[in-house]
Nanobody, 123 residues
Framework: QVQLVESGGGSVQAGGSLRLSCAAS????????MGWFRQAPGKGREAVAA???????SYADSVMGRFTISKDSAKDTLYLQMNNLKHEDTAMYYC?????????????????WGQGTQVTVSS
């Protein structure tokens, strides 16, 4: 049974940083795709950062240059480093994983989802 467990969310002031982690069990990050999505109250789920099964990285325009997605395959853990946080980054953040080949840029590509971790940025 595959489980994705996010951690690292919290409350931070604008300009601050957080690092989200997503630990997988029953699933290997090697050669598969994974990504981070977020959903703010009253809004749809949007892609934030993706790591394709071809090794490519992609980011939403709103986080480009501030967020970095990475993985530690040995630990089956996905990370999202978030710097220079803004109030509009406030949302529930979810990690998700797909099955090769995939790009993880669209929610429908992803098969497994975590429960989410809340990020709140005060201005």
């Amino acid at each position: 049974q595959v489980q994705l467990v996010e951690s690292g969310g919290g409350s931070v002031q604008a300009g601050g940083s957080l690092r989200l982690s997503c630990a997988a069990s029953g699933y290997t990050y090697s050669r598969n795709c994974m990504g981070w999505f977020r959903q703010a109250p009253g809004k749809g789920r949007e892609a934030v950062a993706a790591l394709g099964s071809d090794g490519s990285r992609s980011y939403a325009d709103s986080v480009m240059g501030r967020f970095t997605i990475s993985k530690d395959s040995a630990k089956d853990t996905l990370y999202l480093q978030m710097n220079n946080l803004k109030h509009e980054d406030t949302a529930m953040y979810y990690c998700a994983a797909g099955i090769w080949p995939c790009m993880a840029t669209q929610p429908q590509e992803l098969v497994y989802w975590g429960q989410g971790t809340q990020v709140t940025v005060s201005s």
